[in-house]
């Protein structure tokens, strides 16, 4: 008795965590969560897209300051003004 007792709660045990899978599956599928992964993806795009920004901006100030610093000692900026990194070639 005892026996059938514990296979019984076993059973309902792993009912229980395949409908819960399920359910969430169901979920994911759904308009709302389809709408939600979209929401999430765009907001992970969007950020990336502004942390580029600030390096690009980041960047861009070091060589602006390179330059006004080269300007005012009255160096050469002809080395300043050709790309330091070889382009990738694909």
Do not use: C, Y
């Amino acid at each position: 008795m005892v026996k059938r007792l514990l296979w019984l709660g076993v059973g309902v045990a792993v009912g229980v965590i395949v409908v819960r899978k399920l359910a969430r599956g169901a979920d994911a599928l759904s308009p709302a969560g389809i709408g939600a992964r979209l929401k999430n993806t765009a907001v992970t795009a969007g950020d990336g897209m502004r942390s580029f920004m600030a390096d690009v901006a980041e960047g861009m100030h070091e060589k602006e300051d390179e330059l006004h610093e080269a300007i005012a000692a009255g160096e050469p900026i002809d080395g300043l003004l050709v790309d330091d990194e070889p382009e990738d070639e694909q």
